[in-house]
């Protein structure tokens, strides 16, 4: 496939102001002056773009280093057969087209100087100062001969690394993959498929967190290209059909400019075309497009309430599309983004989107954290941080897990497999610790992923939570919002179970519980997590109770349902065999029985303190519970006349003791032992339905 086949290259663009139009670079500022008496020119287009962000800026080191990469450079060229310095030329253009700062511009001239020439990071340091070297080394490939196979997994590893340190170091990433997919068609085409698929799988998914919806766009439209030929050419086709005919947003966007000024709102209209891939997706939801369905109204306003008082004229003067309303300012996305989201039915019955943002929320949404500059200069205004640190607002949460789950990940098959299923995971919800701390997690994370954020390995421990305030299983899937409490067992010997990966979508919950799982093969095994036939255990049962009636030889025995104990009032009723069932007075079974004409008897406690109970504990499964729970019975002085285990179900087990206790005083004192052995979320007195 050529060059041009592979570029989308001369979009199909409509009336109004053009989106950053990044492939034009290479096309006009740098490929067409080949000879390289001609290519110091081109220093000026990075110059012009930089200043048109950054007025004051000091184009000195731009020019020196410039100078360095051009000679360093010298006698390499590209497979197009372009000389080499036109590559770090289109990329560094890229970038300050998008605004970077005359760091950023600086360590991209200087990016591939260090891999493919003489000069060494000593010399960069030297030359141009500690962040740029930084930048330079961050970028810098791995030599396969060094690493073999796993050079392209540990450089993107190395690259990640640096990149939370300081995420200029993946903007420069970005701009320069963006440039070599722009030039791939002159690769065969077994490795154009294999680069653009890593582009897929791990570079736009990093565009996207980071924002940078302008490199990311035109990265999914080269790789639609390649990857999917045909859909892209089809879809090509549908655009270019469609811009040659009017545009129906047109209309709709002098409709809203004269509302906006009716309303006395300054703002900017503008029609946004979408991209080949959007138009694509698009395709696939609706089946056949509609004119409007081509591009979306972007309406750009000063400050953020005129976003709002633009929403209120839309819905109240167009007719509004409800379900498609989504507030991104209120709550912005992970990646910086901040707008609003709606839709509007014309007279005629179209329908258009339309995104309203201030201008600053506009750069930010193009360029994301290129738009926010320095990241380790302070923020005006801002104090410095006590303890040395700067506070990086460009260094999202989801870039903290990556950076921490991969220590664990030494394997870079294991870091590579994972890094894609982590990157794939496009949404982030919020939770709330009780201790007033977030956690933020990707959609769709249980508490098991919320344990393992909060607690790391000590999460091994975890044996239930609490969701907004209710008890719930490990496997429970949050919501943004949600509130949630991690239960851990005291015993430093707990361990997760097998079941746990089937509920982790974190790469830092799987690779820690597979850790553990394979360190401890015996715990694999847990009898608390698989399923099994009840369990009993059953010791010698006395047949009186510490009851008496006034009948003469009858003897009296505690309901098993409700198994009284003093001083509880009781009633009793004669059973088969001429004895009395004592009952607790709100028993529902002496409702019951009451209920089928049964007489009850009445029933006193005898002057012996001693007494037998029947008490249930709800508890988490976890290794050695039952042998804690009956060590915590006998130090509390109860013999167990016998206890059930029932089968766990989602990792919930119920003990049910018979016991007999020495002085039914000490009843509270026995149940508070038992709730506080780690484990046990609740212990009552059994209320099981009546056999008598």
Not at 210 to 237: M, N, S
Request: charged share 25%; aromatic share 4%; hydrophobic share 40%.
């Amino acid at each position: 496939m050529s060059a041009e086949a592979t570029n989308p290259g001369a979009p199909i663009r409509r009336r109004g102001r053009p989106r950053i139009d990044l492939r034009r670079l290479g096309r006009v500022a740098l490929l067409r002056h080949a000879s390289r008496d001609r290519l110091s020119d081109a220093i000026g287009h990075v110059a012009d773009a930089h200043r048109a962000h950054h007025p004051d800026a000091d184009l000195a080191v731009l020019h020196k280093a410039y100078v360095l990469a051009e000679s360093s450079h010298r006698g390499q060229f590209r497979k197009s057969g372009e000389p080499y310095i036109t590559h770090p030329l289109a990329v560094t253009l890229i970038l300050a087209e998008l605004g970077a700062e005359t760091t950023t511009l600086t360590a991209a001239l200087l990016h591939d100087t260090v891999e493919d020439t003489d000069v060494t990071l000593d010399q960069v340091r030297k030359g141009f100062g500690e962040e740029v070297r930084f930048l330079v080394d961050g970028v810098t490939k791995l030599e396969k001969v060094d690493y073999g196979a796993a050079a392209e997994p540990e450089t993107f590893r190395k690259m990640l690394v640096a990149t939370g340190n300081d995420v200029r170091v993946m903007s420069i990433k970005l701009a320069d993959r963006l440039h070599n997919m722009r030039t791939l068609g002159v690769m065969r085409p077994e490795k154009q498929a294999r680069i653009a698929k890593v582009t897929r799988d791990v570079l736009i998914p990093l565009a996207e967190r980071l924002g940078v919806q302008a490199l990311k766009t035109e990265l999914e439209d080269l790789v639609f290209a390649i990857l999917h030929p045909e859909e892209y050419e089809h879809t090509r086709a549908l655009i270019a059909a469609q811009a040659a005919s009017a545009d129906p947003l047109a209309t709709i966007a002098d409709n809203v400019r004269e509302v906006l000024a009716q309303a006395d709102i300054a703002a900017e209209v503008l029609i946004r075309p979408r991209h080949f891939v959007s138009v694509h997706r698009a395709r696939i939801k609706r089946g056949e497009l509609r004119g409007t369905d081509f591009g979306r109204l972007l309406v750009l306003v000063g400050e953020d309430a005129d976003c709002y008082g633009v929403l209120g004229e839309l819905h109240t003067c167009f007719t509004p599309v409800i379900s498609e309303f989504k507030d991104f300012i209120a709550a912005p996305k992970f990646n910086l983004y901040q707008s609003l989201h709606t839709a509007v039915a014309a007279a005629d019955g179209s329908v258009a989107e339309v995104l309203i943002r201030t201008h600053q929320m506009h750069r930010v949404a193009e360029a994301g954290v290129i738009a926010l500059g320095n990241p380790s200069a302070p923020a005006e205004g801002a104090e410095p941080a006590e303890d040395g640190e700067r506070a990086d607002p460009t260094r999202p949460g989801w870039l903290s897990r990556l950076l921490e789950w991969q220590q664990s990940a030494p394997d870079p098959d294991t870091f590579w497999t994972t890094l894609r299923a982590d990157l794939a995971q496009d949404r982030e919800i919020t939770v709330f610790r009780t201790d007033g701390g977030t956690l933020g997690l990707p959609a769709g994370a249980s508490c098991v992923d919320a344990a393992y954020a909060q607690y790391g390995e000590d999460a091994h421990r975890c044996i239930g939570a609490r969701v907004n305030g209710r008890l719930a299983t490990l496997s429970t899937v949050l919501v943004d919002g949600d509130t949630v409490q991690l239960l851990l067992a005291q015993d430093s010997a707990s361990g997760p179970s097998p079941e746990w990966l089937d509920h982790a979508r974190t790469p830092a919950a799987r690779i820690a519980i597979g850790g553990w799982l394979e360190a401890n093969p015996e715990g694999a095994k847990d009898p608390a997590a698989a399923p099994r036939p009840p369990a009993a255990v059953t010791a010698d049962r006395p047949t009186a109770a510490n009851a008496v009636v006034d009948l003469p030889d009858t003897p009296v025995r505690t309901a098993g349902c409700c198994t009284p104990v003093p001083p509880d009032e009781v009633t009793g009723f004669l059973v088969r065999g001429g004895a009395v069932t004592a009952h607790r007075l709100e028993c529902p079974a002496v409702a019951r029985m009451r209920a089928a004409g049964r007489q009850s008897v009445e029933v006193r406690w005898g002057d012996s303190a001693e007494c037998r109970v029947t008490l249930v504990a709800e508890s988490f499964g976890r290794p050695r519970l039952l042998a804690d729970l009956t060590e915590a019975i006998a130090t509390a002085g109860a013999a167990i006349v016998s206890a059930t285990v029932e089968p766990p179900s989602e990792q919930r087990v119920r003990h049910t003791y018979t016991l007999q206790i020495p002085d039914a005083a000490g009843l509270p004192a026995l149940m508070r032992a038992m709730r506080d052995v780690p484990g046990v979320y609740d212990v009552s007195r059994a209320q099981h339905p009546a056999t008598t």
